[in-house]
């Protein structure tokens, strides 16, 4: 375990310091071309030149608060700043994001059940949110579908994020949210991780006092479920019940 968290520590920040230099180096140009003043005559460049440095900072302030909020569960100092969080835009940003990175044709589809909010630290949830529509890509084929639901159950929120990809064992099942655990078999496809995301993705549901739980068939697909208290209120209610 030692020996793996201090691979994973190394290996960790090699890749976060990897992912940085892009974006750096693209505010540098950007910086660098409006400083020229050559675009001072060429509005719309000059727009585009803007958009895409405040992109880039915008970037680099998700990694630094995903290092920040890792380190925070890491040292049990995460503290929770639950609000209400309204759901549809924020998948809607998400499933941009993934359209705009990602190499694969994927098709998304999304579809709410009397529910359009639900009760979150907003950072946590993307993060969640990301970890696993991340997942429903990275163990997908060519062309990956996946569909993100949502419906309001006895005042819980159930979170669905389905997709067609390679599937997961069962008896793998039991051990995916463990820290460091993967599934690797000559069957699967190389694809490069460490094991940890979804473990911090269940304990961060779990700060949230919520659940997740997963269905899959191998060779068909996996269905995340994730289930959240809807409101404040309601959260109080249950605990006094
Ligand atoms: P990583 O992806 O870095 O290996 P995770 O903790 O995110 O780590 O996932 C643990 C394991 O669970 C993965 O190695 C993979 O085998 C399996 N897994 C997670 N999500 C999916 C999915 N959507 N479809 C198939 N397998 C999955």
């Known amino acids: ?13 090699y890749a976060m310091i990897h992912d940085m ?83 694969k044709p994927v098709e998304f589809s999304k579809a709410f ?29 060519d062309s990956p579908h996946i569909q993100i639901t949502a419906e309001e159950r006895n005042g819980s929120v159930i979170i669905r994020i389905t997709d067609n990809g390679i599937g997961i064992e069962e008896e793998h099942l039991a051990h995916i949210f463990d820290k460091f655990y993967r599934v690797s078999n000559s069957k699967r496809p190389p694809v490069r991780g460490y094991g940890i995301g979804l473990f911090y993705v269940k304990t961060m549901i779990h700060m949230h006092n919520g659940t997740i739980r997963v269905e899959s068939q191998p060779g068909k697909g996996s269905c995340f479920i994730i289930t959240l208290p809807q409101t404040h209120e309601r959260q109080e209610i249950d605990i006094i019940g």
Do not use: W
């Open 1 to 13: 375990m030692q020996r793996r968290l201090a691979l994973f520590q190394r290996d960790f920040t």
């Open 21 to 103: 230099k892009s974006p750096l180096n693209t505010i540098l140009m950007g910086a660098h071309i409006l400083n020229t003043g050559k675009l001072e005559e060429q509005a719309e460049k000059k727009k585009k030149y803007l958009q895409a440095i405040s992109d880039e900072c915008n970037h680099l302030l998700t990694l630094s608060n995903r290092v920040i909020l890792l380190t925070q569960i890491e040292k049990d100092e995460l503290q929770l700043h639950k609000e209400t969080v309204v759901l549809e835009p924020l998948i809607d940003d998400l499933i941009e994001k993934f359209r705009l990175k990602t190499h």
């Open 113 to 141: 059940h009397h529910c359009n909010s639900v009760y979150a630290d907003a950072f946590c949830l993307r993060e969640i949110l990301s970890n696993l529509i991340d997942n429903a890509i990275k163990y997908s084929g």
